[in-house]
């Protein structure tokens, strides 16, 4: 684990080679591979159903995948439980917000530092020094956490009691309160008026800068994806059919026949 | 000062008068023996609440990990302590008894613990329903195996802890049970606070609210159940010790599937994920049951008709998710329970 500066730097944040993943007969996932750097700003697009959440999925470690391999920094995450797979840098969001509702927005940012506590159940139990120490930092980090994402107002608020866009960057600040190497953006504008996805696509922009952060997100508004990555991949039935720069993609005659069928063009 | 040490001086003030009024008998065993249910029933019912409530599992087999620690605390009791026609003369000198009894009751507490590992395995692949008839299959398995071993007395029962009392009287006239009682049962209330309102134990609502979110949010989910399981049944094995030792005898009979009933009723009275609730729903229940005694096998019909109407009516409990701090927050300047 103990990997140098420039051997980190070096290895791709994300790297998936071959990776198949089978549901009984179904191939959700065929044969997709992807590197992805440091500064990458990347996108995953695609119909419905045709594989990118089962990819998240794969790489946050829910699913153990049938064939290929992935490498977090250069680090095989191949049988690790998704919560370790946290811990290597690869924090992610979900389709529909998925906060605790039944906690305050600070406790929210604070249990998400779980890969880092340092103390365990008897320490806990006992409120040794170390215990209260440890409890004192993570709630000044979550603290100013979310100062920085300017949530500060809301920190004793339950998430539920939110606007649904500031739900969403709660949970964005939540992924990144695990100092993510990578994160997984899945379809952050869904749900969001056009008003909020512009909010948004500032956002995940700012993000990048800030945060030092390798970025790979599914999202099914164009506009968002055109303006926002560098690099786009296109699946569909988990077959990858395009890759390259928005424009490239834009004007593929594959993903046009993915999306609007063959009749079209 | 008087915010950060009322709640000990209170504590100390009630435990220093129980000892008292009970050492000069101006409580009566009847009252008395009432008091040292209500402290295991406290015991039993925050320590369900911390799965049912805190968790959001429904475990209905607590008096299964209650019985495994009162066959074990009083098995160990009486095999050390006391003469006895099953194990014979004491293997050590009566007079420790005096100093072992804690550690009794405790080694009663880690022995349901570990029996609490046959909830706790199988609730990293199951949870609901499912999970909730594994923990009836744990109470029925744990109630058939000792029923089924004759030499501890199988169905009839095992006694002699009563012996072992009197052997610590012996060495020290203090009422020793209310005196255990009421520190066994503040020890868990505290733990279960400490738990639940640090960081690691907040994983456990975190599981209960989103169990996806938590493990990707790096929580480790299949060590938070172990850890609360197993810290569920434990302390429920520390009432199971305590109650065997009160009443002086055991049967399997006093720990099947009704006893885990009566244990939920406390937690849903109180109020799911709520400590004081359950504190306050156990000393309600326990005096509502003796109030009722009159009415004989009536009360069964009584008291179960009172849940409904409460069901119906204030379905969260008496204090449904909230601690005494958080619905009179002027209490708070009083007193910190940490």
Redesign the interface.
């Known amino acids: 684990m103990a990997m140098t500066q420039t051997d980190s730097d070096k290895a791709p944040v994300l790297e998936i080679r071959n990776l198949t993943q089978r549901f009984g007969g179904l191939t959700a996932v065929s044969d997709f591979n992807v590197s992805l750097r440091k500064n990458d700003l990347s996108g995953l697009i695609g119909p419905n159903g045709a594989g990118k959440t089962t990819i998240f999925n794969l790489v946050?470690g829910?699913y153990q995948p049938s064939e290929g391999e992935i490498l977090v920094a250069g680090c095989p995450t191949a049988g690790l439980?998704?919560?370790k797979v946290?811990?290597l840098g690869v924090?992610?969001t979900?389709q529909n917000i998925?906060?605790?509702?039944?906690?305050t927005v600070l406790?929210n940012i604070?249990?998400?530092?779980?890969?880092r506590?340092g103390?365990?159940?008897f320490?806990?139990?006992a409120?040794s020094k170390h215990?209260m120490q440890r409890?004192t930092e993570?709630a000044r980090e979550a603290a100013e956490l979310l100062e920085v994402f300017d949530l500060q107002r809301y920190a004793d608020e339950l998430p539920g009691n939110l606007p649904y866009g500031t739900q969403r960057k709660l949970e964005i600040a939540?992924?990144l309160s695990?100092h993510p190497q990578l994160l997984l953006l899945d379809e952050p504008a869904a749900g969001l008026n056009s008003s909020d996805i512009q909010e948004l696509i500032r956002l995940v922009r700012w993000i990048h800068n800030k945060f030092d952060v390798c970025i790979w997100m599914i999202e099914h508004h164009m506009d968002v994806m055109m303006e926002l990555c560098t690099q786009i991949k296109v699946i569909d039935f988990g077959q990858t059919i395009a890759e390259g720069t928005p424009d490239k993609v834009r004007n593929d005659p594959a993903v046009m026949t993915a999306y609007l069928g063959d009749d079209v063009i | 000062m008087l915010q950060r040490y009322s709640v000990h001086l209170i504590l100390l003030t009630l435990g220093g008068l129980i000892t008292y009024m009970a050492y000069e008998e101006l409580l009566g065993l009847y009252t008395l023996s009432v008091m040292m249910f209500m402290g295991v029933n406290i015991i039993l019912s925050s320590s369900l609440n911390l799965v049912n409530g805190y968790m959001g599992e429904f475990s209905c087999g607590h008096a299964g990990f209650m019985c495994v620690g009162a066959y074990v605390s009083s098995l160990l009791g009486v095999w050390l302590f006391a003469k006895d026609k099953v194990f014979g003369a004491p293997l050590l000198d009566p007079e420790y008894a005096i100093y072992a009894f804690p550690l009794l009751i405790l080694i009663g507490g880690v022995a349901a613990a570990l029996a609490g590992l046959l909830v706790a395995v199988p609730s990293y692949k199951t949870r609901g329903d499912y999970l909730a008839i594994i923990t009836i299959a744990a109470n029925y398995i744990i109630i058939s195996t000792i029923e089924n071993i004759g030499v501890i007395g199988g169905s009839r029962g095992f006694m002699g802890m009563k012996r072992v009392i009197s052997s610590m009287e012996d060495i020290a006239e203090l009422p020793w049970m209310p005196i255990w009682v009421f520190i066994f049962t503040v020890a868990c209330v505290w733990?279960l606070r400490?738990?639940v309102s640090?960081?690691?134990?907040?994983?456990v609502?975190?599981i209960?609210?989103?169990e996806?979110?938590?493990?990707?949010?790096?929580?480790?989910?299949?060590k938070i159940k172990t850890?609360t399981f197993m810290?569920s049944s434990g302390l429920a094995g520390i009432g199971g010790g305590l109650f065997a030792y009160i009443i002086g005898y055991v049967n399997p009979g006093s720990f099947t599937i009704l006893k885990s009933t009566e244990v939920l009723v406390m937690v849903y009275l109180g109020g799911m994920g709520s400590l004081s609730g359950s504190v306050m729903s156990a000393m309600l229940f326990t005096v509502l049951l003796e109030v009722m005694r009159p009415l004989g096998i009536l009360k069964w019909v009584v008291i179960p008709l009172m849940l409904v109407i409460m069901m119906q009516f204030r379905p969260e409990g008496i204090m449904g998710?909230r601690e005494l701090g958080d619905i009179f927050p002027r209490l708070k300047r009083f007193y910190r329970f940490?």
Not at chain 1, 98 to 103: E, F, G, P, S, V
Request: hydrophobic share 40%; with cysteine; net charge positive.
């Open positions: 946050s829910f439980k998704p919560h946290t811990a924090a992610r979900f998925r906060l605790w509702n039944d906690m406790d604070r249990v998400a530092q779980h890969y506590l103390y365990g159940f320490h806990s139990v409120r215990y409890e993570i939540r992924a695990v | 733990v400490r738990y640090s960081t690691f134990g907040k994983g609502s975190a209960c609210q989103d996806v979110a938590a493990e990707i949010m790096s929580v480790n989910t299949n850890i810290l998710r940490k």
